[in-house]
Nanobody
Framework: QVQLVESGGGLVQAGGSLRLSCAAS????????MGWYRQAPGKQRELVATIRKTGSTYYADAVKGRFIISRDNAKNTVYLSMNSLKPEDTAIYYCTIGTLNTITQAYLPSYWGQGTQVTVSS
């Protein structure tokens, strides 16, 4: 059974940093792309960042230059380092593991973590 367990969320002041971790279990995901989504109150869930098995990354414009996604295949873990946090980054952050659409190469999440709350105070 596949499980994703996130950690590292919390309350931080604007301008601060947090590092989210997501440990996967059940099988190896070293060949799968991994990603982070977030959902703020009253808003739709949005893709924040992805990382492919090659290490290539994608970032949403809202976090580009402030967030860094990384992975440790040996530990089956994906990370999200968040710097220069803003109140608008407040959301529940979800770790995902997925696949790529064979035609468009778009990221398709297959497994989801339970989410971890990130709150940024002004």
């Amino acid at each position: 059974q596949v499980q994703l367990v996130e950690s590292g969320g919390g309350l931080v002041q604007a301008g601060g940093s947090l590092r989210l971790s997501c440990a996967a279990s059940g099988r190896s995901f070293s060949i799968n792309p991994m990603g982070w989504y977030r959902q703020a109150p009253g808003k739709q869930r949005e893709l924040v960042a992805t990382i492919r098995k090659t290490g290539s990354t994608y970032y949403a414009d809202a976090v580009k230059g402030r967030f860094i996604i990384s992975r440790d295949n040996a530990k089956n873990t994906v990370y999200l380092s968040m710097n220069s946090l803003k109140p608008e980054d407040t959301a529940i952050y979800y770790c995902t593991i997925g696949t790529l659409n064979t035609i468009t190469q778009a990221y398709l999440p297959s497994y989801w973590g339970q989410g971890t709350q990130v709150t940024v105070s002004s």
